[in-house]
């Protein structure tokens, strides 16, 4: 791995009645967890899908996925 290069990984998890996503920066270990994002598993793991295509650091995932789903709120 090239030196500043990030290895973050996003994977589903599933809670009492929700979806939510677990992310782990793999170089650092940095965590993050995003609670009752989605009812639906299908939801959940398009969006972690998306985060790991491109990724986002867990630094900024919270603020990537805000602004996907409320962008197209707002056109």
Do not use: C, W
Request: charged share 35%; no cysteine; aromatic share 6%.
């Amino acid at each position: 791995m090239n030196d500043g290069e990030i290895n973050p990984k996003y994977e589903v998890v599933p809670e009492a009645d929700t979806f939510g996503i677990f992310g782990r920066e793999e170089t650092t270990g940095e965590t993050v967890v995003i609670k009752q994002l989605s009812k639906e598993r299908k939801t959940a793991d398009y969006l972690a899908k998306i985060l790991n295509k491109n990724k986002v650091s867990v630094h900024h995932a919270k603020d990537v996925l805000r602004d996907f789903l409320i962008e197209p709120v707002l056109k």
